[in-house]
């Protein structure tokens, strides 16, 4: 069966909450599946960047797309998200006194959607903010703009407040996690009260209710060919969401080894720029129009023909300029002004001489 799978098991006699080892475990089984997915991106578009380049490209809003699907797909056919549905969890809405409806029934329309914005919407924007703020830092620290701009002191009052924001954030969660530990609360996690649901255990009925769903939803035969390419496309999300459960219950802990590996991908990176031997001179200049560029004396440099101000390499290159004049030649050009090597803003080395 699909939804259900064979992880699961009926719930203990003792109570439907589950354990907060429960609860985070399940939280963090989505977060360990983008950054392998994202590495696996990475490979390909290296690769081959002319074929699987968008991708990688477009990662985070193909990687929303697909992860709407998945937990659409699971909070109507088991009222519960993916990751909650593999640890055998369900959501029901919040202060209803009277018996938990089967998973099968679903969630009011209202819980539904609030469930599915919060589950997929929040993660989206948060990953975009977290991206946002890294750029920015990195524009201030290769800023061109006059220190005294009102840009500049925005995004910089920006930049001062977003640790406390995201500390406020973390903080907020968990409060709730050990509110709930102790007893204080119905949620482990403030997007569950947001939603107006809470988690608790699957039972033998759910289980046995959503096979007898799965065998009924198998067996039935359609005429119309809508209903035909319907069922077809039921069929294949089915078959998407089942291997996805059956693939996670073996690979759990290979998809944590590698959120782990690749954690540190950014101090591997700046271990294997310091390594990076020195680029040799192009060969290829004195037959570029380009080569006018250079200028006679060392010092002067090759863009604004005056003495170097804060002067910096271009790892690709090896050709040193003014910052400003390289910083803002790469970002609108993505090359050597030089050579025409491709280069990064990333690419550019700055340069200390004993006096400074």
């Known amino acids: 069966m699909a939804e259900v799978g064979a992880h699961l098991t009926a719930a203990p006699a003792g109570g439907d909450r589950p354990s907060v080892f429960e609860a985070v475990a399940q939280d963090s089984l989505m977060a360990a599946v983008k950054p392998a997915l994202q590495h696996l991106v990475k490979v390909l578009a290296e690769s081959n960047p002319a074929r699987y380049g968008f991708l990688w490209h477009w990662f985070d809003e193909i990687y929303v797309l697909l992860d709407l699907l998945l937990q659409q797909h699971y909070l109507a056919r088991c009222s519960a ?17 009277r018996q938990p409806p089967l998973a099968t029934a679903g969630l009011p329309k209202r819980q539904h959607w609030k469930s599915l914005l919060l589950l997929v919407l929040v993660p989206y924007l948060k990953g975009k903010l977290e991206k946002l703020v890294s750029s920015l830092r990195e524009e201030d620290e290769y800023s061109i703009h006059p220190p005294s701009s009102s840009w500049k002191r ?25 509110c709930y530990i102790l007893g204080k609360a119905e949620h482990h996690s ?13 039972t033998a009925e759910d ?26 496309l039921k069929k294949a999300l089915g078959s998407v969401a089942f291997s996805l459960s059956t693939g996670l219950s073996i690979s759990v802990f290979f998809l944590q080894f ?40 060392k010092t002067v440099c090759p863009l604004c023909r005056r ?19 390289a910083y803002s030649h790469v970002k609108a050009h993505q090359r050597c002004p030089v050579t025409g090597y491709a280069t990064e803003l990333q690419h550019l080395v700055k340069l ?3 006096e400074s």
């Open 307 to 325: 003495v170097r101000v804060n002067a910096t390499a271009l790892a690709t290159s090896g050709f040193v300029f003014c910052y400003r004049c």
């Open 258 to 297: 590698l959120d782990w590996w690749y954690s540190s991908e950014n101090q591997e990176t700046i271990k294997s720029l310091t390594a990076l031997p020195t680029p040799p001179p192009p060969v290829h200049l004195e037959q570029e129009p380009s080569s006018a560029l250079l200028p006679s004396l």
């Open 81 to 97: 998200s993916f990751s909650e549905n593999f640890y055998s969890l369900k959501r029901i809405p919040m202060g209803d006194g």
């Open 352 to 354: 200390y001489s004993p």
């Open 154 to 178: 925005f995004y910089r009052a920006f930049l001062a407040a977003y640790p406390y924001v995201n500390m406020t954030w973390e903080g907020w969660f968990l409060i709730q996690q050990l």
């Open 207 to 232: 289980i046995q209710a959503l096979e007898k769903k799965w065998a009924e939803t198998t067996s039935i035969q359609t005429h119309s060919f809508s209903s035909r390419v319907q069922s077809a």
């Open 190 to 202: 403030p997007m569950l009260k947001l939603a107006g649901v809470r988690l608790v255990r699957l």
